[in-house]
């Protein structure tokens, strides 16, 4: 699977967008770009995932650039529980392996 | 989305003894689940993956002997912790995938269990 490279720390205000940016430069034809989160203490949450096309759910919109070598996670309206560390993951889809995590961003959304 | 579940949530115990987790998907099946681990400040690392029927695929390091993977059923995996040691605590987090194998399959993951061995 591709490697991702994200920022390792990022802030928010609370109310605003908060976009999440991750680097995939070597991702496949093949290979989705997935999107989890981890809050404290918890097992990691599904938000989103998406091939090329950009991608639109309750919890946040993904957008894949056109060379697909990088993306943007948006939670369009931050909140204090959206505090938690963002892992942008690459996999190709079908393929039942595990998910690789990195290092993830540690989104902070402040009062 | 789908659900798992993870028990117990937590355990402490005495270093020596053997601690059992189970990990559940509870509105789907899952031939494939996934144990991870997690130690404080550090991102998750696979340990092994479990396949129904089968014996699971351990990864490079992990002991197959102290950890003892079952998955007897399409909704059920078990991970025992032989003959824990203080070392051997961490977050444990196990994940199943709905679909497997086709093109709209997703992982979705258990709450964890925080195992302190004393």
């Known amino acids: 699977d591709a490697k991702t490279t994200q920022p390792t720390s990022m802030d928010c205000a609370e109310g605003r967008a908060a976009n999440l940016p991750c680097n995939h430069s070597t991702i496949s034809g093949n290979e989705y770009v997935y999107w989890y989160r981890q809050i404290h203490s918890q097992g990691p949450q599904y938000i989103i995932h998406?091939?090329?096309n950009n991608e639109t759910n309750e919890m946040a919109s993904l957008i894949i650039t056109e060379d697909r070598k990088s993306s943007t996670l948006i939670l369009p309206h931050a909140t204090l529980r959206d505090t938690a560390v963002y892992y942008c993951i690459v996999r190709v889809q079908g393929s039942a392996r595990q998910l690789t995590f990195g290092s993830g961003t540690q989104l902070t959304v402040l009062p | 989305g789908a659900v798992v579940s993870q028990h117990p949530s937590w355990v402490i115990c005495k270093s020596g003894t053997s601690v059992k987790i189970e990990c559940r998907s509870l509105d789907f099946q899952a031939t494939t689940m996934f144990w991870y681990r997690q130690f404080p400040k550090q991102s998750l690392m696979l340990m092994a993956t479990s396949n129904e029927g089968s014996k699971a695929t351990y990864e490079q390091g992990v002991e197959k002997d102290k950890f003892l993977i079952n998955h007897a059923s399409l909704t059920l995996s078990t991970l025992t912790v032989t003959s824990a040691h203080p070392e051997d605590s961490s977050f444990y987090i196990c994940s199943a995938t709905q679909n497997p194998g086709h093109s709209t399959d997703t992982q979705y993951f258990g709450p964890g269990t925080r195992l302190t061995v004393l």
């Open positions: 998406g091939l090329k």
